[in-house]
């Protein structure tokens, strides 16, 4: 199949719509665009569909273009993604983009649930309890990033770092990394792709490292990056990849 071809397969079973139709103002972008998303870009890497749409959504909300997360969000339904994972993904936003933008998401795909007669809210999925938020966030975060952040926050002063260092593990890990409806090895799947939609360098790294020890290879981080390119850009996608040349680099001569 040509790269026409693929588009129009992945497309009909994404949206059940026809690509290519030269319908609408901009028929020429259009065209531009089906061809490259859905003829080339979901050819590259080992991903399923299912997985490149969750990582679509993450990325649509980090960059806030709830217009096209709406359509990602019913594609994703169409191929199997259940509700429940679809807001986990969402969710676990949280951590790198913060409340707001989290809310302005969820307000949409809620909008898409009710329309698909998907009952709110969705069963919980929470696992934590107030008393040991702290302790199961940190059986998630030390294995996987140590104490790194502890010890650069405890250089801020007045002492105000350990506490930011305390809230990184109770909220980041301890209220969402420890949820059900997501495994692990794709929670750190999706905030690296939502790390590369901001161009977050530092955090890049450290997550480039927790991916591999979770069980994710690096070409798989790559595929993820390459399937973020046609929302964020090539400059944004091309630092991301040179994140992973580098630190893949710095392992070997370890």
């Given at each position: 199949m040509n790269r026409i071809e693929i588009c129009k397969d992945n497309?009909?079973?994404?949206?059940k719509g026809e690509a290519l139709n030269g319908k609408g103002n901009d028929p020429e972008m259009m065209d531009i665009l089906q061809k490259f998303i859905f003829g080339e870009v979901f050819t590259i890497g080992d991903i399923d569909k299912k997985t490149r749409?969750?990582?679509?959504?993450?990325?649509l909300t980090s960059l806030q273009q709830l217009p096209q997360l709406k359509s990602h969000?019913?594609?994703?339904?169409?191929?199997g993604v259940t509700p429940i994972e679809i807001r986990e993904a969402v969710y676990q936003c949280v951590?790198?983009?913060?409340f707001p933008k989290t809310l302005n998401a969820l307000r949409v795909i809620n909008e898409v649930f009710t329309e698909c007669n998907i009952q709110l809210p969705l069963e919980r999925q929470g696992m934590v309890m107030e008393d040991n938020r702290y302790d199961e966030g940190l059986?998630?975060?030390?294995?996987?990033?140590g104490n790194r952040i502890e010890n650069l926050m405890s250089k801020v002063p007045g002492g105000i770092g350990e506490k930011v260092a305390q809230f990184l593990t109770e909220v980041y890990f301890g209220d969402f990394y420890t949820r059900k409806g997501l495994n692990l090895p794709l929670r750190e799947l999706l905030n690296y792709c939502v790390l590369t939609s901001i161009g977050a360098e530092d955090q890049l790294v450290s997550h480039y490292y927790a991916n591999i020890k979770i069980g994710n290879s690096k070409e798989l981080l790559a595929a993820a990056i390459v399937q973020t390119l046609p929302y964020i850009g090539f400059p944004l996608a091309l630092k991301g990849l040179k994140i992973i040349i580098d630190c893949s680099e710095k392992t070997l001569e370890s």
């Open positions: 497309f009909k079973k994404l949206f749409e969750l990582i679509t959504c993450v990325v969000v019913n594609a994703a339904l169409i191929i951590p790198v983009i913060g059986k998630i975060q030390d294995p996987l990033y």
